[in-house]
């Protein structure tokens, strides 16, 4: 018998990511179609993750993509039975092609916020949705943005975490000042070190890993790591938290990472500051 929370084992003929325009089956009730819409922020491009038990007949996908990629949703909406899209978080490279796949198949849209919903209700924080065969538990995870939310997927006593960006599958997560905050973070990721043990992590960009936690452990370290390097930076420049701007805070602490990266380090370091000037 097949062991439904185990990553799939893969030959040389399987797709590994990125595999754009494949759907590549990572666990034997979850499937991910890679959009082909890389960049800075994207990384390989938007995992729009696509879920079934065995033998069910309908699926839900998770974050349809960004906009104006029209094979991407016609290779969604060509999958059988498409029952329910969920939403992780409202930034436009998982929502823009919320109304294409609406209108291709008809299955209701939920989000935590309604503005991206479609004939559906806001997402409730521990809502269980049973639906395609699998038992789908809605978690509260903002801090990358105020909405964020991850997906806990349950079958027979198997479990995997769809985490959207709040856990990425390589390098680590902006904290879009905006709405998110790094206190919400941190507190999101102890929810997810507790409520995803024994998971597979399905994140929105990067490869999927077989086991979340360590993974959510490793990005709490780094998060304490940059905050002790940013307050050190601080002392040497002999400013506060809430004096300091942002850009110089960069320019120092990530004075070794790539310049093109320096505006997403700088909304990240923006909010790292907030959450230092809540503790002087």
């Not at 902006?174 to 995803?196: C, E, H, K, T, W």
């Not at 909304?267 to 790292?272: D, L, R, T, Y």
């Amino acid at each position: 018998m097949t062991d439904p929370g185990a990553p799939v084992s893969e030959s040389p003929a399987e797709p590994t990511h990125p595999a754009y325009g494949q759907l590549r089956q990572v666990t034997p009730y979850a499937s991910v179609l890679l959009c082909d819409n890389a960049g800075v922020m994207e990384l390989d491009g938007t995992n729009t993750w696509i879920l079934r038990a065995p033998g069910c007949k309908e699926c839900v996908v998770v974050d349809p993509g960004p906009p104006r990629h029209k094979k991407h949703v016609k290779a969604l909406a060509a999958q059988p039975g498409v029952a329910l899209t969920l939403i992780t978080h409202r930034h436009f490279d998982h929502t823009g092609a919320i109304d294409a796949l609406h209108k291709r198949t008809g299955a209701p849209t939920r989000a935590r916020l309604r503005e991206h919903c479609r004939d559906g209700a806001p997402l409730r924080d521990r809502e269980v949705i049973d639906v395609a065969g699998l038992r789908i538990t809605v978690l509260y995870t903002p801090g990358h943005t105020g909405d964020s939310v991850s997906f806990l997927v349950e079958l027979d006593g198997h479990r995997a975490m769809i985490t959207g960006d709040t856990i990425l599958g390589t390098g680590t997560t902006v904290i879009d000042p905006s709405d998110g905050s790094l206190r919400d973070y941190m507190g999101s990721l102890n929810r997810l070190i507790v409520d995803g043990a024994e998971a597979v992590l399905l994140p929105a960009h990067g490869p999927d890993h077989p086991r979340l936690e360590p993974v959510a452990r490793f990005y709490k370290a780094h998060r304490e790591e940059r905050l002790d390097q940013i307050q050190g930076a601080l002392d040497e420049m002999g400013i506060s938290a809430r004096k300091a701007k942002p850009m110089k805070v960069v320019r120092k602490v990530y004075a070794d990472v790539d310049k093109k990266l320096w505006p997403a380090a700088r909304m990240s370091v923006k909010a790292q500051l907030e959450y230092l000037r809540e503790h002087e």
